[in-house]
């Protein structure tokens, strides 16, 4: 018999109903077996929907927007004026995975974890609040709608405790968010 590891328990606060698959929010990862997209709802309910944070809403302006994407990504480049940013490619729990960013003269693809991080740090984290949101334009800029608050791999801390709030006993809740693992005492 082989010596078992113990394993990188990550968590985040709220996951808006669903986790993710490491791979889909960090870039360049390789799949770990145990941090797997979980559903964490049932047919009537979301197990962290009584967080706070499990819907949200951002505004920022064309202008502020493109000025914190030309300071990150611009690294000595003249991109010219920001024209535009899309959604090019989405992970199954509808996260961002990948953006193209227009500018005037160059366009760059992120990663939708660069995109979080970049907001994140020059707007505040409870004010753009992860990767799983849309995008609609609006005069002079853009309006955010989504869901959670953080990375969305591994354990939802509100959906943990709805979870419990509903019956379940830990081993039970770990096992729902850290699937393929077995629980040892030491």
């Known amino acids: 018999m082989g010596q078992s590891k113990i394993i990188d328990a990550f968590y985040h606060s709220c996951c808006g109903g669903a986790t993710s698959n490491n791979e889909d929010v960090w870039k360049g990862s390789e799949p770990i077996p145990y941090l797997r997209e979980q559903d964490d709802s049932n047919s009537q309910y979301d197990f962290c929907q009584q967080s706070p944070d499990y819907e949200g809403r951002f505004k920022i302006g064309k202008r502020e927007l493109g000025d914190i994407l030309a300071e990150r990504l611009g690294q000595g480049q003249i991109l010219g004026a920001f024209w535009d940013l899309k959604i090019k490619e989405r992970a199954p729990a509808e996260r961002v995975k990948k953006f193209i960013v227009l500018f005037e003269n160059k366009s760059l693809d992120i990663s939708g974890e660069e995109f979080y991080l970049m907001l994140g740090k020059s707007v505040g984290w409870h004010r ?59």
Request: charged fraction near 25%; charge should be positive.
């Open 128 to 186: 753009f609040k992860s990767t799983r949101f849309f995008i609609h334009k609006i005069k002079g800029g853009y309006y955010f709608t989504g869901r959670e608050l953080g990375h969305g791999v591994g354990l939802c801390q509100w959906g943990a405790k709805g979870r419990a709030e509903k019956g379940h006993n830990y081993k039970e809740i770990l096992y729902h968010y850290f699937p393929n693992t077995e629980i040892e005492r030491r």
